[in-house]
């Protein structure tokens, strides 16, 4: 992959990642921060990405680190791991305050899976866990969100 | 009403101008980069550039100069709040070698190493400085001091390092904050490599390589000898029904303390059974042995996962005084809260 088509499918993929990097950070100039730093570390390491078609996950997985990397930085993130967040401003804004509710850990999973449409397997691979943990996570985000808001009918 | 995809991206705001612009400059950045450079030079490492770029983020803030800023000080600047007890001074080494380049020199100003982590401070600075760094120099690539640094290809990036002659690669293991030092022409750089998750457990005192400068396979390393006690732990192994295991390693210090744990599932553990397993251990707390809570955990990496058969989880946890420390999962209980459960603790110290 030369720089052009890096450049192209990043592109391709910018709301995705952007997604993503709101997701752990919930504020968008970290979110800034994380993506370029992520951008960088993928263009370095791009040789050691094997299977081009994987770049998603692959790419996934990074905007994770460095998001994560930034919560370091910045102390975001406290030493709780289930700490919450303001909900940002959203066409839907129940479900929105339901999910920034969750913590980071169901958070995820929820976001990769119904938001970005990656499948189970995709997520695990993304988040490193085993698939029947990526089930139960979405099992357990599900359950939390449908007595956020109060509609059974969502589960 | 259903959990599907539209519903979802309504429950997000669109991607902002200022992350959009900031994209497109960072791929801009890497284009112009790449067009400059034959293929195998940015396959390999970054430009002084585009490297610059990154730098140039993590210096934002560091505006005022720092009087000897060590390695306690990067940490309360970045997280608020040092966390490290009293007698963690006892673990500064200072001083602890250089490498001189035609334009700058690097010198090892802080180290801290903590049984788990190698907490670094250097510094860069220019040979010839006649003045402090300014925010200008530091941030602008045409200032004396940051062509002085691309002279001599010094860059902030580590994916690599070698301890006690061993190459190790690691990702996340580059600078993560700089200040702007006292001395003419400074700038003082933070770094820490977590050794203990990729399995570096120095038997005493250690030598360390950070390839600081150069490329395409050359790099000229800042070397120096860090104390250490050797570690006398010996694995602490649980059987259960279901599993087994075994604290591989655990190191307690007024810094941080550390857990490296394997789980390994029977044979005849049914999948469910793995993940609930996984799940309580994945949630484990630093308790007491009475089993009250003592310090959040701060961070967790899971490794080597093989699905439903075993990984292994790394631990960081901040520093307590308590003389007893045990490492227990959480579970739900009939009443449906968590709880530690204490027939699986396991003992840290």
Request: hydrophobic content about 40%.
């Amino acid at each position: 992959m030369d720089e052009q088509a890096f450049s192209t499918v990043v592109q391709q993929q910018e709301d995705t990642l952007y997604r993503i990097a709101f997701t752990v950070l919930h504020n968008d100039a970290d979110c800034a921060d994380a993506l370029q730093d992520a951008l960088l570390r993928a263009w370095r390491r791009l040789d050691t990405l094997k299977d081009e078609q994987a770049f998603r996950s692959w790419m996934a997985r990074i905007v994770i680190n460095c998001s994560r990397d930034i919560l370091r930085r910045r102390r975001l993130r406290t030493v709780e791991l289930d700490e919450t967040i303001a909900a940002p401003p959203a066409n839907d804004q129940p479900l929105a305050e339901a999910i920034a509710a969750l913590p980071e850990g169901l958070r995820l999973p929820i976001t990769l899976h119904y938001m970005e449409g990656m499948s189970v397997k995709e997520v695990a691979q993304v988040m490193r866990l085993p698939q029947g943990t990526v089930k139960n996570r979405l099992f357990r985000g599900r359950a939390r969100l449908a007595a956020f808001l109060q509609e059974e009918e969502m589960i | 009403m259903t959990l599907n995809q539209q519903r979802m991206r309504e429950a997000y705001p669109q991607t902002p101008d200022v992350v959009r612009i900031r994209m497109e400059q960072t791929l801009a950045g890497i284009r112009r980069e790449a067009a400059k450079q034959p293929p195998r030079r940015y396959a390999r490492r970054l430009s002084f550039a585009v490297t610059m770029a990154l730098v140039t983020v993590l210096a934002v803030g560091a505006v005022a100069a720092g009087a000897h800023f060590g390695v306690f000080d990067f940490m309360k600047k970045m997280f608020g709040a040092s966390g490290v007890l009293p007698e963690a001074e006892e673990l500064v080494q200072q001083n602890l070698g250089s490498l001189k380049l035609e334009h700058t020199t690097l010198n090892v100003d802080e180290a801290v190493y903590d049984g788990g982590t190698l907490h670094v401070v250097y510094s860069i600075t220019q040979n010839d400085a006649d003045a402090p760094l300014t925010e200008q120099d530091a941030e602008d690539s045409q200032s004396a001091f940051q062509l002085a640094v691309a002279a001599d290809a010094v860059h902030m990036e580590c994916d690599s390092f070698w301890v006690n002659g061993t190459e190790y690669c690691m990702t996340n293991c580059s600078t993560v904050d700089t200040m702007i030092g006292e001395n003419d022409g400074e700038l003082l750089c933070y770094l820490d490599i977590q050794l203990a998750s990729a399995g570096i457990v120095p038997d005493g005192d250690f030598t360390v390589k950070l390839p600081v400068a150069g490329g395409n396979g050359d790099y000229q390393t800042l070397d120096f000898t860090v104390q250490a006690s050797g570690s006398d732990w010996q694995p602490v192994v649980l059987y259960s029904d279901n599993a087994t295991v075994t604290l591989t390693s655990a190191f307690v210090s007024p810094v941080r303390i550390y857990a490296t744990l394997r789980l390994e599932m029977n044979a005849d553990a049914s999948a469910q059974e793995a993940d609930e397993t996984f799940e309580d251990w994945a949630e484990a707390e630093l308790v007491d042995a009475q089993g009250n809570r003592l310090a959040g955990m701060t961070e967790l990496m899971p490794e080597n996962l093989v699905d439903g058969e075993s990984v292994d989880y790394s631990y960081t946890f901040l520093p307590t005084e308590a003389e007893e420390v045990y490492l227990a999962p959480t579970f739900i209980n009939e009443q449906g809260e968590w709880a530690v459960d204490m027939t699986r603790a396991l003992p840290l110290q």
